[in-house]
């Protein structure tokens, strides 16, 4: 590591299943981040959309990114995370030369990490990450593959135009300065949470279903017909595929959407797994007025399909839309997450 440019790039940091595990977490999560083209799921964010048994996994990775980065730059015992996020950079994103301290608002930062959770060319294109000056200077990483660096004018950086796919980061910066602790900010919002109430991100959640081909009845809409359609969404409902109706209800749009990001996530072990027959969920034909609550519900649906490919990275054929014996797949998650 040179002194002049301070960095350190490890290589499979992270497992496979870890890299997963926190793309399962911002598919079912994430909202507009702080660039064009750019998605993001923060801890606190986790927090304020009802899901901190998400923050879980962070936990130790967290902690073995901060030991490592107190072990390779010397400061043992100093370091406090200041931010954590996994960071998505769709095609168009990009960002030009800078350090991680350069606005006066951010010079509590004195170093940051970046983890790929994918691959650059096998799920993404473009998006390199460049370095002005020093080696490397450039990185083409694979998942697992973490970069470490002074967050001062020693690193200065940048990172190419994401051409195709998705470039999915886990960041980090770490501070000196204990009032910049994250944690004890979680902690705080932790303590404030109220059983209701929290802010769902409706938009990212109700356009991902619509894009993997499902559709949403509401259980309050077909009681109250007068609330509008966020309203519904944040209460008890259900999701359907063709005509065909799951009787499993969810707590909210942000719960069904995780149970059916989870089924993508571990679709290849479903395929295997013995589940008996006794604890399937049933399907069952809609009624007219369930039917008529759905298509209440589709008004907040995004209309252009491409965008939303290009924003969750999920496209699904018309084919795949019509066949509603898919929505078997997501019974099986069901099971499986009552045993977790």
């Known amino acids: 590591m040179s002194e002049e440019h ?57 902690e073995r990114l901060k030991e490592k980065m107190e072990e390779t730059f010397g400061c043992e015992y100093e370091l406090f995370i200041e931010f954590t996020g996994v960071i998505s950079w769709c095609r168009g994103a990009s960002i030009g030369w800078h350090s991680d301290d350069n606005r006066p608002y951010l010079k509590q930062r004195d170093f940051a990490a970046v983890c790929y959770l994918n691959s650059y060319e096998k799920d993404f294109k473009g998006g390199i990450f460049r370095f002005q000056s020093g080696e490397p200077s450039t990185v083409s990483p694979s998942a697992g ?33 204990s009032s910049h602790d994250e944690d004890s900010k979680l902690l705080s919002h932790l303590s404030q949470c109220a059983p209701h109430g929290f802010c769902l991100p409706l938009p990212a959640s109700t356009n991902m279903l619509h894009l993997l081909g499902f559709d949403l009845h509401s259980l309050q809409g077909e009681e109250d017909h007068s609330m509008d359609a966020s309203e519904q969404l944040m209460g008890s409902l259900q999701i359907a595929k063709g005509r065909k109706l799951l009787t499993r209800k969810f707590t909210n749009i942000l719960h069904a959407l995780q149970v059916v990001q989870f089924y993508h996530w571990k679709a290849c072990e479903l395929k295997t797994s013995n589940v008996e027959n006794d604890t399937v969920e049933e399907v069952k034909a809609m009624s007219q007025p369930q039917l008529e609550t759905i298509n209440t519900l589709k008004s907040v649906f995004l209309p252009d399909e491409d965008l939303l490919t290009t924003i969750f990275g999920y496209s699904c054929s018309n084919e795949d839309r019509k066949d509603s014996t898919r929505l078997d797949g997501y019974i099986y998650c069901d099971y499986l997450l009552g045993r977790i």
């Open 6 to 62: 301070p960095r350190l790039i490890l290589h499979n940091f992270l497992s496979p299943e870890e890299c997963k595990e926190l793309e399962f977490i911002h598919k079912s999560c994430s909202t507009v981040g702080y660039r064009p083209n750019v998605f993001s799921t923060t801890l606190s964010h986790l927090i304020a959309t009802n899901s901190p048994h998400l923050i879980i996994p962070f936990v130790s990775i967290r």
């Open 145 to 177: 593959d973490v970069i470490m660096y002074t967050a001062d004018d020693r690193n200065i950086h940048s990172v190419d135009e994401v051409t195709d796919g998705e470039r999915l980061t886990l960041a980090l910066w770490f501070s000196r300065d």
